[in-house]
């Protein structure tokens, strides 16, 4: 999904690359798509619990207190982790347990550092786009499960924010639609599903088409304001209806120079003392103007998604300026697209799962109903809200699908 920012597209949809994002990179190659690192020079400022101070990279420079209970918090929540799944991905005997209350209500009662409780709390809006008070605890230790996970996702060089793609990783989704031809209809969206012994019927805006299976590629909640006759299983319908999109709100800011790194600042800002953030440097390869990157997450989103996108605006500006300075009040452009707003996302990047829902539905997002299949990043399980975990879930789909056609 491109914008336009100061002459050059931008996305406004998903934009970072890890090193293990492996089928994105492959994909990237095919498609002529070069990455380059996201911009890390200078210091990174935090702002949290009424403690601020800068770091670089992925260091920290927290007070010692509070780094000890980040490091101690991050070791017992990997150790609930072990409890709760099995080596093989599968939920564990202490799954449960872990499923009946919210992160928050565990955070308050085993994080009393106000740095660390805080910087866990803007961890899951960065990486959900949700409140702690709105994920089980079990959907966040599952963050943990894997070696050094949860370390990977928040950190840029190395991590799910190590690179960027030159011109956009929209291209990849142009230049294949294009490879593809008229197999790709636009403009058409999927109204109602009927199925039968010989096959399924999708119908559309555009007409009717007949298959033997189909693949339904949207999040579990938009999945399920298409119309499936006959009715899908009770177990899919509840899953999805108690699967709720994240909210996001995404700006892109243009500059006529990237003024804060004459102050020895990357760019990068974590605050819970700010609604816009966390922001990054999203500078143009080439040339000498600047631009940032950043976010309304989860309850802000909520909060600016509805509100007049002139007041929305300012209020980045001035967060931005809180730690930037004044320069920052004068952008020569400015873009946002409002996620929640969007009639085919209505939120994003992906599902938060409540207290109850994984234990409860924990094979119902994946399995199968009749010839319909399910696909979309929230169904890969090691990549989920990523758009590694969509080219995945694509993968899986069509090796399930080739061993019954």
Not at 179 to 192: D, K, W
Not at 343 to 357: D, E, L, N
Not at 379 to 404: C, F, H, V
Request: aromatic letters at 10%; charged letters at 20%; glycine letters at 12%.
């Amino acid at each position: 999904m491109p914008g336009r920012l100061a002459g050059r597209v931008v996305d406004l949809g998903g934009q970072w690359v890890a090193p293990d994002h492996t089928r994105l990179i492959s994909l990237a190659r095919e498609f002529g798509v070069e990455a380059y690192p996201q911009y890390v020079d200078g210091n990174n400022i935090y702002d949290l619990g009424g403690q601020r101070g800068t770091y670089k990279l992925n260091d920290t420079d927290l007070p010692a207190t509070s780094l000890k209970a980040v490091q101690e918090t991050v070791n017992k929540l990997t150790a609930l982790a072990t409890s709760a799944f099995t080596v093989t991905g599968d939920l564990g005997r202490h799954a449960a347990g872990l499923d009946g209350g919210t992160l928050e209500s565990w955070l308050l009662a085993n994080v009393f550092d106000r740095v660390a409780y805080s910087y866990f709390r803007l961890m899951v809006r960065a990486t959900h786009s949700a409140e702690t008070y709105e994920t089980s605890l079990l959907a966040f230790v599952s963050l943990f499960a894997g070696e050094n996970h949860f370390e990977h996702m928040t950190s840029v060089r190395g991590g799910a924010q190590d690179s960027v793609f030159d011109g956009g990783v929209w291209q990849l989704a142009d230049r294949m639609a294009k490879e593809l031809g008229t197999a790709v209809i636009l403009g058409s969206p999927v109204r109602h599903i009927l199925q039968d012994d010989q096959g399924v019927t999708v119908r559309s805006d555009q007409g009717d088409w007949r298959g033997r299976y189909v693949v339904v590629t949207a999040p579990p909640t938009m999945a399920n304001r298409i119309q499936v006759t006959p009715p899908l299983s009770s177990q899919r319908d509840a899953c999805a209806q108690r699967s709720p999109l994240g909210n996001v709100i995404k700006v892109h800011l243009a500059y006529s120079r990237p003024f804060w790194r004459d102050q020895g600042l990357s760019g990068q800002v974590l605050s819970d003392q700010t609604d816009f953030g966390p922001w990054f440097d999203h500078s143009p390869r080439k040339g000498g103007s600047g631009a940032l990157v950043g976010f309304y997450n989860g309850a802000t989103a909520h909060k600016w998604a509805d509100r007049d996108p002139i007041e929305r605006r300012m209020q980045c500006l001035q967060d931005v300026a809180k730690y930037f300075g004044t320069a920052a009040l004068s952008p020569t452009d400015y873009i946002e697209e409002v996620w929640g707003r969007s009639a085919f996302h209505r939120g994003g990047y992906g599902t938060v799962s409540g207290p109850g829902v994984i234990t409860t539905f924990h094979d119902a997002l994946r399995e199968p109903v009749g010839r319909i299949h399910w696909a979309g990043t929230e169904t890969d399980a090691d990549y989920s809200g990523y758009i590694e975990g969509a080219i995945r879930s694509g993968e899986n789909a069509a090796a399930a699908l080739r061993k019954l056609v």
